[in-house]
């Protein structure tokens, strides 16, 4: 290696249109066709070329080119217009700071492995990540105090190619962020910010970049800096690349870096959400300030519980991040010394006893005491994934909560349909994406300027889908016969099948596969053609992954499926949305219950096409008969075989008793029942799954109150803090005391029980040196199911009075649903300042009564 220096020399843009410049490097642009087509206009084959990246643009771009759009009186109303609305968004009253005026400039930090924002931001493997941009986006548009915390990938995820065998090819393209909406953050003297990091051995710094979102700003470490040694360098090469050292070194960097960065910036959070498992050590970190500063371990620890929000995405076990003990050994034993702790408490800080290592999930889990998954669905399997945390206490209880996922609705709908929003349902929608009453107007939208709009952009996206087509296909130097007959590929009057999803092997992307005669069937119809697209990146360490795509691959090369099947390479945010705005139906078929939410079938419903999935993840929660189709059960089978079976022919004869009926009874062109379907699919789906509704939601039922948590946790030097960490130690020492002496339901016997009646009961508790007020008595009841209690509630039993020595008298009752009702009374510690019902997931039953 030889040194050089590197200048990045601008092109001189004129004076009357200079604002491009900023407009080019806040990502607002990303979710703003009028803001993108001031680029495009300037030179529409520039800008593809460039991959959309305004910045990249702005430096490539010719100097006659920005001449003449600056002398273009229409262009420059746009520009002024485009320059009005950045300006107005910008200072423009919120939702958030009209509401909640006293938390506006109390930060809330955001960690996350991953942004998903723009194709010209490769620092995004899927949907994970594009939840996160997507939350920031909508943060920004509600005027929430977010700042995103994650890492600068130098090679990012990897660009896909496909070869002419039909492999995956992963390319790791330099990224050049002096072409990139990135920029360094600048201390007040205009340095660029370090942040050191111990690493073994030695110190890693990480250099701080900045990207502005709207209102908002992320914030990215990155270790390709020549402070740091050639291995070094390469920690933050690859998103999820490299072994377990990588891993647990880049998990460091994200969860104690980012910690490192904020408070050198002086952003001090009173709310801090970890976006799934790996940024979990950034409550070592805090942990280590907090003991390293004189508060006691325990106390420093409820402080920071009271302060944290973890959301998980991973319904499977063996997706969740997991060290050996040895490993944390290693890399983290300095924290030992410093925390005060040996290694078995270190490592019970994350411990999982059923994994028998040190799993990231169980340490948010851990040090937050709110938690949430990603569906109610996924919240549900969460609930049973970790029910051996909580042995006292039913699986409908575990305090694992739900937020289900949303898109940020304006960075997925298209250009098209946004227009037809601003004309029937008034240009105000967007500023109140979530309220359901404003989207029935979709009604008002006439068939026939839906139906074209649609067809509008099927067309755009063959046309994108043909041309990636022939350039793989002239990388591959296929023969000129191949290249040539791409241009009969895709039928705009065919119905039109998307599948891209990561390649993960539950997902079942070959399902439609299994009887290859039906298929071929249905998809050579000469009436009612049907035509697949499929997209989607496999892992690269993911064999099997990689296999089904050559499946779909050589599929797509064979009669009588070719130009039919189509494989488009490289699925990034910008191929997503091409797809998902111009096919018919969005298709999905995981493996019950194996995906968390799924978030690209929303984004495709949002343009009016209909879903197609089984009934996992977000599916249940929005599908009724009229927007959309349910593939299979929504219930588990004994095996993998059966489900898929069973799943794969209910596919087929949906389509085609259902779906390809309704879709090809046309009249004079185009479908009623489809387009009625398509507007029920809008007006039910865009506003509740939108990141408007899930940004809210996340600030109503945790932010908020974390807020104000935290901040009375951290008051008067941590007393709240040392308070709750008392109780709790004290609860725990003396639990073995509490018991359900006594349960007197004699009332049941005595008459015959009907709808609404009251069920009165007294029990007898024994406590022992507990006082009643550091408990709740509860009468618990439910349907009765499988050896448990399902729907459960519980009401508080009344203290009626002391009986002596500990034990107390309470009495109660509740009133009856009809059917089979079980019921049972617990004890469990219950405090004012607790986060969640189960804080302390102690409970102590009746026997026997
Ligand atoms: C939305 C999106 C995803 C996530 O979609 P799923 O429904 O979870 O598969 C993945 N990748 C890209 C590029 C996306 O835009």
């Not at 609305?85 to 509401?99: A, H, P, Q, V």
């Not at 008002?444 to 043909?466: C, G, M, T, V, Y």
């Not at 299994?514 to 360490?541: C, M, N, S, Y």
């Not at 990689?546 to 945010?573: C, H, T």
Request: hydrophobic share 35%; aromatic share 12%; glycine share 6%.
């Amino acid at each position: 290696m030889y040194f050089f220096r590197t200048i990045t020399v601008n092109p001189s843009i004129p004076e009357r249109i200079s604002r491009l410049k900023e407009l080019s490097y806040n990502l607002w642009f990303s979710w703003n066709p009028e803001a993108l087509e001031l680029f495009e206009r300037i030179n529409n084959q520039k800008w593809r070329e460039m991959q959309h990246n305004p910045v990249k643009f702005l430096l490539h771009v010719c100097h006659e080119d920005l001449e003449k759009v600056a002398n273009d009186s229409d262009y420059l109303t746009l520009y002024d217009k485009v320059m009005a609305d950045l300006d107005n968004y910008m200072g423009s009253e919120t939702w958030f700071k009209s509401k909640y005026s006293n938390l506006a400039d109390k930060p809330i930090a955001y960690f996350s492995a991953e942004f998903g924002l723009h194709e010209s931001l490769p620092i995004y493997s899927g949907g994970l990540g594009v939840l996160a941009g997507d939350h920031c986006k909508a943060a920004s548009d509600i005027g929430l105090p977010l700042v995103g915390i994650g890492l600068l990938y130098k090679q990012g995820y990897f660009t896909q190619q496909i070869n002419r065998e039909g492999w995956q090819e992963a390319l790791y393209p330099y990224q050049n962020y002096n072409e990139m909406p990135v920029k360094p953050t600048l201390d007040a003297e205009g340095k660029e910010i370090i942040i050191p990091v111990d690493l073994p051995g030695r110190t890693v710094y990480l250099k701080v970049w900045e990207i502005q979102v709207g209102r908002i700003k992320i914030y990215l470490m990155d270790a390709d800096i020549t402070m740091n040694n050639e291995h070094d360098r390469q920690l933050t090469a690859q998103l999820y690349g490299g072994d377990k050292d990588t891993r647990i070194s880049q998990e460091m960097l994200l969860g104690i870096g980012g910690v490192k960065t904020l408070r050198k910036l002086e952003i001090n959070p009173v709310v801090w959400h970890i976006n799934e498992g790996h940024a979990a050590f950034l409550c070592i970190e805090r942990l280590r300030e907090l003991v390293q500063s004189g508060i006691p371990l325990n106390t420093a620890k409820e402080a920071i519980r009271s302060s944290t929000l973890f959301t998980t995405h991973t319904p499977v076990p063996a997706g969740h991040d997991v060290f050996d003990g040895d490993k944390v050994d290693y890399y983290l034993n300095g924290y030992y010394s410093m925390l005060g702790v040996d290694r078995n408490g270190f490592l019970n800080f994350g411990w999982d006893s059923q994994r028998n290592s040190f799993n990231m999930t169980v340490l948010a889990m851990n040090f937050a005491a709110y938690c949430n998954g990603v569906s109610k669905l996924h919240g549900e399997v969460t609930r049973k994934m970790f029910r051996y945390l909580y042995d006292h206490i039913p699986v409908e209880e575990v305090p694992v909560f739900s937020v289900t996922n949303g898109i940020h609705t304006l960075t997925w709908i298209s250009k098209e349909f946004r227009n037809l929003l601003n004309t029937y349902l008034g240009p105000e929608w967007i500023s109140n994406i979530s309220d359901p009453s404003q989207w029935q107007a979709v009604d008002n939208i006439p068939d026939q300027e839906l139906w074209h709009s649609h067809k509008e952009l099927k067309k755009k996206a063959f046309q994108f889908i043909r041309e990636t087509l022939r350039k793989q296909k002239d990388r591959n130097q296929e023969s000129a016969e191949n290249i040539f007959e791409i241009k009969e590929y895709l039928n705009p009057d065919a119905f039109t099948i998307g599948f891209a999803r990561r390649f993960a092997t539950y997902k079942r992307a070959t399902l439609l596969f299994r009887d290859r005669e039906r298929l071929a069937r249905l998809l050579t119809d000469p009436e009612r053609p049907v035509q697949i697209i499929f997209a989607g990146k496999a892992h690269p360490a993911d064999r099997p992954g990689q296999e089904l795509i050559k499946q779909v691959y050589d599929i797509s090369q064979q009669e009588p499926f070719r130009g039919k099947i189509i494989f488009i390479e490289n699925y990034d945010m910008n191929v997503a949305r091409h797809m998902l705005q111009g096919v018919d139906m969005w298709l999905n078929t995981p493996r019950w219950p194996m995906e968390a939410s799924g978030t690209s079938g929303m984004k495709a419903a949002a343009n009016g096409v209909l879903n197609c999935s089984v009934l996992d993840g977000w599916w249940p929660e929005a599908y009724h008969e009229d927007n959309g189709f349910a593939i299979g059960k929504d219930t588990g089978y004994r095996t993998e075989e059966e489900q898929d079976n069973d799943d794969a022919y209910h596919l087929y004869s949906l389509l085609e008793d259902k779906i390809i009926p309704t879709y090809y009874k046309q009249r004079e062109g185009y479908p009623p029942d489809w387009i009625r379907m398509m507007k029920s699919c809008i007006k039910t789906i865009a506003p509740q799954f939108s990141t408007e509704r899930m940004v809210k939601e996340y600030t109503e039922r945790f932010y908020i109150e974390a807020a104000q948590r935290g901040m009375q946790f951290y008051a008067d030097h941590f007393q709240v803090a040392a308070e709750i960490q008392d109780f709790k130690r004290y609860i725990k020492e003396n639990w073995h005391h509490v018991a359900v002496k006594l349960v007197n339901a004699n009332g049941i016997k005595e008459k015959e029980l009907k709808v609404g009646d009251q069920l009165d009961l007294a029990a007898e508790v024994y406590l022992g040196p507990i006082k009643p007020e550091d408990v709740a008595v509860e009468v618990v009841h439910g349907c009765e199911g499988d050896h448990t209690l399902v729907g459960i509630k519980a009401t508080p039993l009344q203290l009626e009075g002391p009986r002596g020595e500990g034990s107390y008298h309470y009495r109660g009752g509740f009133k009856l649903d009809q059917g089979t009702c079980g019921f049972t009374v617990r004890i469990r510690p219950d405090h004012p300042l607790f986060a969640t019902k189960f804080e302390l997931p102690l409970a102590s039953w009746a026997q026997n009564f």
